[in-house]
């Protein structure tokens, strides 16, 4: 289930890699982490990681633990129905690469299936139900990265999942807030209300929500490997449901899915900053190339807070136009890399930046949904194997069906491509003919786990939050440039622009009422946000000391784990945040 055709076959570590490994670490003299170290956006799921690494997994059976328990216990956020990148480092030979577990259009999908008899988007259509869903590369990617770069079989990563599905889990604040707030689309799938409500209703605190029939399917999984979900009766069963309920799924959708293996976006920037970050479909890494290799001519660091922000939303808004603009499945069409990716052009368009005012974004400004889902987990062992993934079913509960008894809630990625030219989605964001719906297309994405380098320090990080994905993980970059310690990067206040609306989009108390009124006195519209947004999970490593630390976001219900065998030290989402 994987297609190598655009990055070199990886594969297990080879037998000399040990002695490549010894070489490499003598030469650049790197101490081991001290502990290894987890986060993610739940705690249970960040001990089925622990769980797996101390069975004598490495990150990378972690990183297949950690999404499958996500799956179970933060179905709002992500599942076997949905889809995601895993950025991997190995330590062994330093092979870097991403997979591609994105998920698909289906083969019937067309460019105007959301439009209505007049060429209007239908209100909806991309986002409830399973019309809205793409075919999922979560299964297929967890069974290829257990297989090409585990230590365990896949069955053994998937044991703790399997468990939580079963057994159960106690429903938290989050999974209510998010039930709250896709009530109407849970209750129209039976299925889904059934698996994830109680009588109709969203489950009180505490209650301990079992998913057997997602047991199930993982169970087939686990035993099967990609092919029992995506040919036989899962995938039938998949499909009957799909069809049943007005999808356009086949059979054939299923097992033609592959995984793919690409190229990460790497950056090299003078003071020996590396940056590594989600390639195609995501437009995660190159827009955080552009934006730093704008932010290298005309640096950030000296200046007042108003001019900080008014240059960091400059940036921000070329290179979201860039992603409006010009990107989409490389796969299906041309995508200018090397243009957008020249540091004479970046320097070009930094320079037309007038620091006394705003440039305006020429078209109208579009209302942005406020989706806290997706989720992001960063992973680091002892042997400094790293994994940076964020997973998505797109808005809370994916579409909000799921398919019959296999208790695999869909996505509505859907959205993510462009319905129309010029409309926005759900985040706002509006696209081009070169995020288009068609057939066996991956949709543009903005998730964008990554591996910032400064010197000897490695900063593992990334955050859901649509959109505002990239600017968030580009405001922890140019924090971790500051050297901030891990608690500080995921708690700092944010703020963001995406080119169109043309507004800057703050958290609340992020910035000071003076730089909010500077800046529209500058010609910035502002939107101050009543909520906050993102939940970043960060974790730290200084080759030169072998230290390791990790945080989550104070945002969500995160938690981070350091442990090495005999100690553990378990650090919640509790730090306070902090202004940027
Ligand atoms: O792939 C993407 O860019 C979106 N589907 C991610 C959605 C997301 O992060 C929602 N979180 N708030």
Not at 247 to 257: A, E, K, Q, V
Not at 267 to 283: D, E, K, M, V
Not at 294 to 321: G, K, T
Not at 331 to 353: F, K, M, S
């Amino acid at each position: 289930m994987v297609d190598h055709g655009r990055r070199p076959v990886s594969r297990k570590a080879p037998w000399w890699s040990l002695f490549v490994f010894c070489v490499l670490a003598a030469t650049a003299s790197a101490v081991p982490p001290r502990n290894h170290a987890i986060v993610s956006a739940h705690p249970l799921a960040s001990e089925a990681g622990r769980l797996v690494i101390e069975a004598g997994g490495n990150a990378f059976d972690a990183a297949v633990a950690v999404s499958a328990a996500l799956a179970v216990v933060e179905p709002y956020g992500s599942g076997l129905g949905g889809g995601g990148f895993w950025l991997l480092h190995r330590a062994a030979d330093r092979f870097e690469v991403m997979i591609d577990g994105r998920e698909r259009a289906p083969a019937a999908a067309t460019a105007d299936m959301y439009l209505d008899a007049n060429g209007q988007v239908v209100d909806r259509a991309s986002i409830d139900g399973p019309l809205a869903a793409g075919i999922p590369g979560v299964p297929a990617a967890l069974a290829h990265i257990a297989e090409n770069y585990g230590r365990l079989p896949l069955a053994m990563s998937l044991q703790p999942a399997i468990i939580l599905a079963r057994d159960g889990f106690p429903v938290d604040a989050e999974y209510r807030r998010m039930a709250e707030w896709r009530i109407d689309a849970l209750r129209a799938s039976p299925a889904a209300a059934q698996q994830l409500l109680v009588d109709g209703e969203v489950p009180p605190l505490g209650h301990r929500l079992r998913q057997p029939t997602l047991a199930a399917t993982l169970q087939a999984l686990a035993g099967g490997g990609a092919a029992a979900f995506y040919a036989g009766d899962v995938a039938q069963r998949l499909v009957d449901a799909v069809r049943a309920a007005g999808g356009i799924w086949s059979l054939d959708d299923l097992r033609d899915y592959r995984v793919v293996e690409r190229a990460p976006v790497e950056l090299r920037l003078p003071g020996n900053r590396r940056l590594l970050s989600a390639s195609l479909p995501s437009s995660g890494g190159v827009l955080l190339a552009e934006m730093l290799m704008m932010l290298d001519q005309r640096p950030s660091v000296e200046l007042d807070a108003a001019d900080r922000v008014h240059l960091l939303v400059e940036v921000m808004r070329r290179a979201y136009a860039d992603r409006a603009r010009f990107l989409g499945d490389s796969d299906h069409v041309h995508v200018p890399l090397a243009q957008l990716l020249n540091r004479g052009r970046a320097q070009r368009r930094v320079q037309q930046i007038d620091m006394h005012r705003a440039t305006p974004s020429t078209r109208a400004a579009l209302d942005v949904g406020e989706g806290q889902d997706t989720t992001h987990f960063s992973i680091l062992d002892r042997e400094g194997n790293r994994v940076a993934a964020t997973l998505s079913i797109n808005y809370p509960f994916g579409s909000g069906f799921v398919a019959g008894n296999t208790g695999v809630l869909l996505n509505d990625e859907m959205d993510d491509f462009s319905a129309k030219p010029g409309v926005a989605n759900v985040y706002g964001l509006v696209g081009n003919d070169a995020n288009a719906i068609a057939p066996g297309k991956r949709m543009l994405s903005s998730m964008s786990p990554t591996f910032y380098e400064v010197g000897d320090v490695v900063t593992i990080l990334g955050t859901p939050g649509g959109s505002r994905i990239i600017s968030m993980v580009l405001q922890g970059i140019l924090a971790a440039d500051g050297g901030e310690p891990v608690s500080t990067i995921v708690a700092r206040g944010r703020f963001h622009h995406q080119y169109l609306p043309d507004r800057i989009d703050i958290e609340p108390d992020a910035l000071d009422a003076a730089v909010v009124e500077e800046l529209q006195r500058r010609g910035h519209a502002i939107r101050q946000l009543d909520r906050p947004y993102g939940n970043m999970q960060v974790v730290r490593w200084d080759l030169a000391s072998g230290a390791v630390d990790a945080a989550a976001d104070p945002r969500g219900i995160g938690q981070a784990i350091l442990f090495d065998g005999a100690r553990r030290q378990v650090i919640g989402a509790a730090a306070r945040r902090q202004a940027p």
